[in-house]
């Protein structure tokens, strides 16, 4: 919003000193748009007027009448209550307060007054328990007689403070509130302009004008977003890398027939995307997503060694040592027998290892260097770093991704998730990338067996785990989730893992893996199943992404509605890499209804992308995503579930707008540029380009 007025700070009306301003700001409440931004999350009905005798008992109404007399009581226990009686001009009814005995100075007899309770009615005495009062002085009543604003509220602010200070606002702002959205897209889409909305959206009229308000809100809010993202993909797309790549050469033709596969038709269609981005001039932002085990690691490798034979250097950022560890043992063994050196890079590197290999990474002499965090550190410096991929990058903060792309001049970035991700959270998040989907899994994979089961049936399950192991199968079995504290959820693994290696599993081989083991160790555990050696491991969810063991063919998940959907699902696809038959057994007695539901869609769908709609739909993007993990912006008023349909309007809007105006530097692009500025300034991007 362009007009001084709504930028001004909020201690600017009346009514709002420092104390009150210190409440403001704890909802975030710094100017005046703020406050007028500061959506009701619903309204209360108050608008119904009725007589106190067409009331019924239990019902909370709202009245109007005029004060008759007023008495303060007082009841053994000490409580005072104040009894008004009031006059509705048909009959008589009892309002009553407890311990408030001042308001009967204020209700003198003759004051008109609205009251909201609820009814009491005994021994044909109509009394109503009151809640919220207004007086009625002739003008606009803000807590009764009306579609009342319900906001959300911190500190001592109390909603009647609210409402008294959004009306004055909104009388001080009056006509200067500027509209700075397109006349053209309010008609089109038939929002009403800012300054009616801003009015409807806290003062309805009646419900329709409160629905067309929010509506013009909703869409205002997502288009500025998405036009901000088209923005940046433009932007993005103009840069000019400063290193270039060969076309494929032998080392990836090598690589490709050593593999003991086919690529599948998904994977050659993102490698094709992919190749063609690496050869473009402008630097690559690519977020690959595909579900577990739709082999995505294949791809990334693909990427880095075009890098290598390009003369350019690439790094591979996971979010966890064992997911490191992993990436490096696997591409270290494909690599080597290329004649191409690979590194790994981790909090536990020794001191001496650690010199060596910054040295080679300096020098270029070392060309992949894989890792976790710990690749973003100052002293981490590459001769020239060409192609950055990062693995399961949710689990990473904004900076901590942009830190690793700045250690070179616009590298080529691939972002990959086995997270699948909802379309609406998709465009949200990564509306300034290219998206590259591998739908299918490879050939051979089989899907895996899921049930649900209550905790009686735990012995079956064992028995299950018992008869696979005896075929030279491996198994997984999770702790739950027993709180909010480390120390309490290692207790409890450590515990089970003790208890099953001496009684139901003592004839076969149990170890536990936690988070919370060094790194060394975690590994030594996790070579010791890939290998074979241990026959069942106990682990806490440090197991949930990119832990590949084909032999291992049975999950049991224990209390698995502790659980979210796509963890739930990440666990499942520990197993089912191999053509073996493979099991997933979720142990659980769900108290609650969104428990039941989640179990109900693992059972029924091993289906990735629809198990991630479900997940949104029932906890909504915030816990879905790590709302300020991911760089999601804390939308006011949109809802990435239920606005999904707006969202992609929006997003039309927003491509066509910068397709006819690339610079916004029209006058109606002007106006949209200052308040995407001033509404996001940087968020939701999960690529910063320097």
Same mark, same amino acid.
């Given at each position: 919003?362009?007009?001084?007025?709504?930028?001004?700070?909020?201690?600017?009306i009346?009514?709002?000193?420092?104390?009150?301003?210190?409440?403001?700001?704890?909802?975030?409440?710094?100017?005046?748009?703020d406050l007028?931004?500061?959506f009701?999350?619903?309204?209360?009905?108050?608008?119904g007027?009725?007589?106190?005798?067409?009331?019924?008992?239990?019902?909370?109404?709202?009245?109007?009448?005029?004060?008759?007399?007023?008495?303060?009581?007082?009841?053994?226990?000490?409580?005072?209550?104040?009894?008004?009686?009031?006059?509705?001009?048909?009959?008589i009814?009892?309002?009553?307060?407890?311990?408030?005995?001042?308001?009967?100075?204020?209700?003198?007899?003759?004051?008109?007054?609205?009251?909201?309770?609820?009814?009491?009615?005994?021994?044909?005495?109509?009394?109503?328990?009151?809640?919220?009062?207004?007086?009625?002085?002739?003008?606009?009543?803000?807590?009764?007689?009306?579609l009342?604003?319900?906001?959300?509220?911190?500190?001592?602010?109390?909603?009647?403070?609210?409402?008294?200070?959004?009306?004055?606002?909104?009388?001080?702002?009056?006509?200067?509130?500027?509209?700075?959205?397109?006349?053209?897209?309010?008609?089109?889409?038939?929002?009403?302009?800012?300054?009616?909305?801003?009015?409807?959206?806290?003062?309805?009229?009646?419900?329709?004008?409160?629905?067309?308000?929010?509506?013009?809100?909703?869409?205002?809010?997502l288009?500025?977003?998405?036009?901000?993202?088209?923005?940046?993909r433009?932007?993005?797309?103009?840069?000019?890398?400063?290193?270039?790549?060969?076309?494929?050469?032998?080392?990836?033709?090598?690589?490709?027939?050593?593999?003991?596969?086919?690529?599948?038709?998904?994977?050659?269609?993102?490698?094709?995307?992919i190749?063609?981005?690496?050869?473009?001039?402008?630097?690559?932002?690519r977020?690959?997503?595909?579900?577990?085990?739709?082999?995505?690691?294949?791809?990334?490798?693909?990427?880095?060694?075009?890098?290598?034979?390009?003369?350019?250097?690439?790094?591979?950022?996971?979010?966890?040592?064992?997911?490191?560890?992993?990436?490096?043992?696997?591409?270290?063994?494909?690599?080597?027998?290329?004649?191409?050196?690979?590194a790994?890079?981790?909090?536990?590197?020794?001191?001496?290892?650690?010199?060596?290999?910054l040295?080679?990474?300096?020098?270029?002499?070392?060309?992949?260097?894989?890792?976790?965090?710990?690749?973003?550190?100052?002293?981490?410096?590459?001769?020239?770093?060409?192609?950055?991929?990062?693995?399961?990058?949710?689990?990473?903060?904004?900076?901590?991704?942009?830190?690793?792309?700045?250690?070179?001049?616009?590298?080529?970035?691939?972002?990959?998730?086995?997270?699948?991700?909802?379309?609406?959270?998709?465009?949200?998040?990564?509306?300034?990338?290219?998206?590259?989907?591998?739908?299918?899994?490879?050939?051979?994979?089989?899907?895996?067996?899921?049930?649900?089961?209550?905790?009686?049936?735990?012995?079956?399950?064992?028995?299950?785990?018992?008869?696979?192991?005896?075929?030279?199968?491996?198994?997984?079995?999770?702790?739950?989730?027993?709180?909010e504290?480390?120390?309490?959820?290692?207790?409890? !693994?450590? %515990?089970l893992?003790?208890?099953?290696?001496? *009684? $139901? +599993?003592?004839?076969? @081989?149990?170890?536990? &893996?936690?988070?919370?083991?060094?790194?060394?160790?975690?590994?030594?555990?996790m070579?010791?199943?890939?290998?074979g050696e241990?026959?069942?491991?106990?682990?806490?969810?440090?197991?949930?992404?990119?832990?590949?063991?084909?032999?291992a063919?049975?999950?049991?998940?224990l209390?698995?509605?502790?659980?979210?959907?796509?963890?739930?699902?990440?666990?499942?696809?520990?197993?089912?890499?191999?053509?073996?038959?493979?099991?997933c057994?979720?142990?659980?007695?769900?108290?609650?209804?969104?428990?039941?539901?989640?179990?109900k869609?693992?059972?029924?769908?091993?289906?990735?992308?629809?198990? !991630?709609? %479900?997940?949104?739909r029932?906890?909504?993007? *915030? $816990? +879905?995503?790590?709302? @300020?993990?991911?760089? &999601?912006?804390?939308?006011?008023?949109?809802?990435?579930?239920?606005?999904?349909?707006?969202?992609?309007?929006?997003?039309?809007?927003?491509?066509?707008?910068?397709?006819?105006?690339?610079?916004?530097?029209?006058?109606?692009?002007?106006?949209?540029?200052?308040?995407?500025?001033?509404?996001?300034?940087?968020?939701?991007?999960?690529?910063?380009?320097?």
């Amino acid at each position: 919003m362009a007009d001084s007025i709504l930028t001004r700070t909020v201690d600017r009306i009346k009514m709002v000193g420092p104390r009150r301003a210190a409440a403001l700001k704890e909802l975030k409440i710094i100017t005046i748009q703020d406050l007028l931004y500061h959506f009701p999350r619903r309204y209360l009905d108050r608008a119904g007027l009725r007589p106190a005798g067409t009331c019924l008992h239990g019902e909370v109404v709202t009245l109007q009448g005029t004060v008759l007399s007023a008495r303060n009581l007082r009841t053994r226990r000490g409580l005072t209550v104040t009894r008004v009686t009031v006059h509705d001009g048909l009959g008589i009814f009892e309002a009553v307060w407890f311990n408030q005995p001042y308001l009967k100075k204020s209700l003198t007899p003759g004051t008109k007054l609205f009251i909201t309770g609820k009814v009491e009615k005994n021994f044909g005495v109509t009394q109503v328990v009151v809640e919220e009062y207004d007086l009625d002085n002739g003008g606009d009543s803000l807590n009764t007689g009306r579609l009342v604003p319900v906001y959300p509220l911190a500190g001592r602010l109390t909603q009647r403070q609210v409402r008294t200070l959004v009306k004055a606002a909104l009388d001080a702002v009056g006509e200067q509130a500027a509209d700075f959205l397109p006349e053209e897209l309010l008609q089109k889409h038939a929002l009403p302009p800012l300054g009616p909305a801003l009015s409807a959206v806290h003062y309805p009229d009646c419900e329709d004008a409160a629905v067309a308000a929010r509506k013009r809100f909703i869409f205002e809010e997502l288009f500025l977003f998405q036009l901000a993202l088209a923005l940046r993909r433009r932007n993005l797309t103009r840069c000019k890398k400063a290193h270039a790549y060969l076309p494929n050469g032998s080392i990836l033709s090598a690589f490709k027939s050593q593999l003991p596969f086919q690529l599948t038709s998904g994977q050659v269609k993102v490698w094709k995307e992919i190749s063609r981005d690496l050869e473009s001039p402008s630097p690559m932002n690519r977020l690959l997503q595909g579900d577990v085990g739709s082999g995505k690691t294949v791809i990334a490798a693909m990427a880095l060694l075009k890098a290598v034979e390009s003369g350019l250097q690439g790094a591979l950022m996971a979010p966890t040592e064992i997911l490191a560890e992993q990436h490096f043992l696997g591409i270290k063994e494909a690599f080597g027998r290329l004649d191409v050196e690979v590194a790994l890079l981790t909090g536990s590197t020794g001191k001496k290892s650690r010199e060596e290999l910054l040295n080679g990474v300096r020098s270029g002499r070392l060309k992949v260097l894989v890792g976790t965090h710990a690749l973003i550190q100052d002293n981490v410096e590459f001769q020239r770093l060409g192609l950055v991929v990062v693995d399961e990058q949710h689990r990473f903060g904004v900076h901590q991704r942009a830190t690793l792309q700045h250690k070179s001049w616009r590298p080529d970035t691939l972002v990959m998730t086995a997270t699948p991700i909802p379309r609406t959270l998709a465009l949200t998040l990564y509306g300034d990338l290219q998206l590259s989907v591998i739908a299918e899994l490879p050939p051979g994979r089989r899907p895996v067996k899921t049930f649900a089961v209550l905790p009686s049936a735990l012995n079956k399950a064992y028995g299950l785990v018992r008869e696979q192991v005896r075929q030279g199968r491996q198994a997984y079995i999770v702790c739950p989730l027993v709180e909010e504290s480390e120390k309490v959820d290692l207790k409890a !693994a450590t %515990e089970l893992a003790e208890t099953l290696a001496s *009684g $139901e +599993f003592r004839e076969y @081989r149990v170890r536990l &893996l936690h988070g919370r083991m060094k790194a060394g160790q975690k590994e030594l555990i996790m070579e010791s199943f890939r290998c074979g050696e241990t026959d069942i491991l106990v682990a806490t969810t440090v197991i949930e992404v990119g832990v590949d063991v084909p032999n291992a063919t049975v999950m049991i998940v224990l209390d698995a509605d502790r659980f979210g959907l796509s963890q739930l699902h990440q666990l499942r696809g520990r197993v089912g890499r191999s053509i073996h038959s493979s099991y997933c057994i979720l142990i659980a007695d769900p108290k609650t209804k969104e428990g039941r539901a989640r179990l109900k869609a693992m059972v029924s769908t091993s289906d990735g992308f629809a198990l !991630a709609e %479900e997940d949104l739909r029932l906890r909504g993007p *915030g $816990e +879905f995503y790590g709302t @300020r993990q991911s760089g &999601l912006p804390e939308f006011k008023i949109a809802d990435l579930v239920r606005d999904g349909k707006v969202l992609l309007a929006a997003r039309e809007e927003a491509l066509t707008r910068v397709q006819e105006d690339p610079q916004l530097r029209g006058s109606e692009g002007r106006l949209l540029l200052k308040e995407i500025s001033a509404r996001f300034g940087s968020a939701g991007s999960y690529i910063e380009v320097g």
